[in-house]
């Protein structure tokens, strides 16, 4: 499985730093959605489902968290730290989300209107909505 890891380009000087995202230019879709978790508890682990159709990009704007991705067949972690590196997380995976660091924002550019329909929240459909399991 391909981990794919977005460099954000920031604009530094002395003042401190920015980083500006558009789309189809550092977000590879049009951006339908935009929204962030913070304030996450201590060991809570989020997500858990996976998505038919939704593409996102993933930036943690402060503090770090752990993400596991799962495409039916392999299983990778992939940890954000910074605000200038989006992960790309596609349709058709299994995510969850833990290890949330005190204060950690995460936000998540999306490609679609929010739509319960385009949830999977049970592994075994989402691994017969994969094909691996018949
Ligand atoms: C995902 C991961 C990375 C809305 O009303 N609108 C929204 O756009 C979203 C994302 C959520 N909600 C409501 C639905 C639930 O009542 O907010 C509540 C919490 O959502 P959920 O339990 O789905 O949150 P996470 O952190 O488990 O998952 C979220 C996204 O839902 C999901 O698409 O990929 O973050």
Same mark, same amino acid.
């Given at each position: 499985m391909e981990i794919k890891k977005y460099p954000l380009q920031q604009h =530094? @000087? #002395?003042r401190g730093h920015l980083v500006a995202l558009e789309e189809k230019v550092d977000v590879p879709f049009e951006i339908k959605r935009v929204y962030y978790m913070f *304030?996450?508890?201590s060991g809570v682990i989020r997500g858990m $489902?996976? $998505?038919k159709s939704l593409e996102q990009l993933?930036?943690?704007v402060h503090g770090s968290v752990k993400i596991l991705l *799962? @495409? =039916?067949t392999e299983k990778r972690t992939v940890f954000l730290d910074n605000p200038y590196e989006g992960l790309y997380v596609s349709n058709n995976m299994w995510r969850e989300m833990s290890e949330f #660091?005190? =204060?950690a924002v995460l936000m998540v550019f999306a490609s679609k !209107? !929010? @739509?319960e329909n385009d949830y999977i929240r049970d592994y075994d459909e989402?691994?017969?909505f994969v094909g691996k399991k018949f």
């Open positions: =530094g @000087d #002395s *304030d996450t508890k $489902h996976a $998505h993933l930036v943690c *799962d @495409d =039916g #660091s005190e =204060g !209107y !929010y @739509d989402f691994l017969r």
